[in-house]
């Protein structure tokens, strides 16, 4: 919430005011002491008034002696941040002081894209002339943050308040260090295509050319260069002393391509850049992302491109999870880029057929769906994924074969796939 420029500038000025209550309160109280003192001729209120404003002038000196000895440094849990998880932030700062410290608070700055509570009670802190290890000496806190926006945002500089022992005066300190947090997208659990029998049921199909009822069981071989030291038969290797290996399987895998749509004339202005401000492109990438995902744990090899064609990921193989977070991370920095149409993408598949097609796109209107038109044949299921349809652009996509779900400007992923998966199943069917 924004608030009034009025609410804004007493705000910044009670925090340059370097005393707190009770020091505002003694130095007032001094200046009344002085004035009584002067008025009634009672040099016991001058030397009373000559105290007060002592004190805080001491406080500040004490506080003066704090020093930095080392830039904040942060460890984040996850390293990278997904849009709506919470990530754990731990912060280490190291201070000193020749006087001990009484208890401060710490505010550390969240940069647009990150959401949290970063704010807290700085513990109190030992003389430095008590000596002890950097690390001994270092102040520890841990605060929680979530991802709004996908790109790369910056938490800092932190700024911690200390008070001297008296609550008379307070000084902040500020750690101008920043640290770099990549926000990737988040990845929506999507319901599985399994309902389309024969086209989209991404089942993984092996076969070997020897049966038994289990490993040991199974036709060993002599070990040749270039076999896995994975494959060693250890049994076979101790009976014939000689290292044997399992005899191979052969295995076929269904394919699967998701296509994200970077054609900037389908996005806003913002999609180009990582300021996160399209939410509709950013939708897009989380549609992109959880598709692919959903297709690898549904056992298809699954290749990530762009609308040129251009490779997102490599052949991802199926139940490959770990790869499928590393694009997760790799899709955080994506933009959208000059616009080709989408007629190039027809072309990547002209002399091919698949499994499953997934493209996800943005504004979408008929001359789109024509161009899209020619590729539904080539794919056991086309599926398409829009943000913002125009006019009649889906019925048009759809009599071509495609099984269309509307993002919608709100981005609801789920809801969009579903609405796809199950238009191909009901084709399926007749």
């Not at 056992?299 to 490959?320: N, P, Q, T």
Request: proline fraction near 6%; glycine fraction near 10%.
């Amino acid at each position: 919430m924004t608030l009034p420029a009025a609410s804004v500038v007493p705000a910044r000025a009670r925090r340059a005011w370097p005393l707190t209550v009770r020091g505002t309160g003694a130095v007032v109280l001094a200046g009344v002491s002085a004035v009584l003192a002067h008025e009634s001729g009672i040099v016991e209120l001058l030397y009373f008034g000559i105290l007060l404003a002592a004190m805080p002038a001491l406080g500040f000196l004490s506080l003066l002696l704090v020093r930095r000895t080392e830039p904040a440094r942060r460890v984040i849990d996850p390293e990278t941040v997904t849009v709506g998880r919470p990530s754990r932030v731990r912060v280490r700062v190291g201070l000193r002081s020749v006087l001990p410290v009484p208890p401060g608070t710490w505010r550390d700055d969240l940069g647009g894209g990150l959401d949290g509570t970063a704010s807290g009670i700085l513990p109190a802190f030992a003389s430095g002339l008590r000596g002890g290890t950097p690390d001994e000496r270092a102040i520890d806190f841990v605060y929680t943050v979530t991802g709004s926006r996908r790109g790369v945002h910056e938490l800092g500089p932190l700024a911690v308040t200390l008070t001297d022992p008296f609550g008379l005066v307070r000084r902040r300190v500020r750690f101008p260090s920043r640290t770099a947090v990549t926000v990737a997208p988040a990845i929506v659990d999507l319901i599985g295509l399994t309902d389309a029998p024969g086209e989209s049921g991404g089942t993984l199909h092996a076969t070997t050319d020897r049966l038994g009822q289990g490993a040991d069981n199974l036709v060993a071989r002599p070990y040749a260069p270039g076999d896995s030291m994975r494959r060693i038969h250890w049994r076979a290797t101790a009976h014939r002393d000689q290292l044997m290996v399992r005899q191979e399987e052969s295995e076929s895998t269904p394919e699967a391509s998701v296509v994200l749509d970077r054609g900037a004339l389908r996005w806003s202005v913002e999609a180009q850049d990582l300021s996160g401000e399209d939410a509709a492109f950013d939708a897009a990438v989380s549609a992109c992302i959880s598709a692919t995902a959903r297709l690898v744990r549904d056992g298809y090899a699954v290749e990530v491109v762009d609308e040129e064609g251009g490779i997102l990921a490599e052949r991802i193989e199926s139940g490959d999870s770990a790869e499928v977070e590393e694009l997760r991370t790799r899709l955080a920095l994506i933009t959208a880029h000059r616009d080709t149409g989408l007629a190039a993408l027809t072309r990547q598949f002209a002399n091919a057929s698949t499994g499953p097609v997934v493209v996800v796109t943005g504004r979408f209107d008929t001359g789109d769906a024509a161009a899209l038109a020619p590729l539904a044949p080539h794919s056991a299921l086309p599926l398409l994924l829009c943000t913002d349809p125009f006019g009649d652009a889906v019925e048009v996509a759809a009599s071509a074969g495609w099984r269309v779900g509307v993002l919608g400007r709100d981005g609801d992923v789920a809801a969009a796939w579903a609405d796809a998966a199950r238009r191909g199943a009901r084709h399926v069917a007749h």
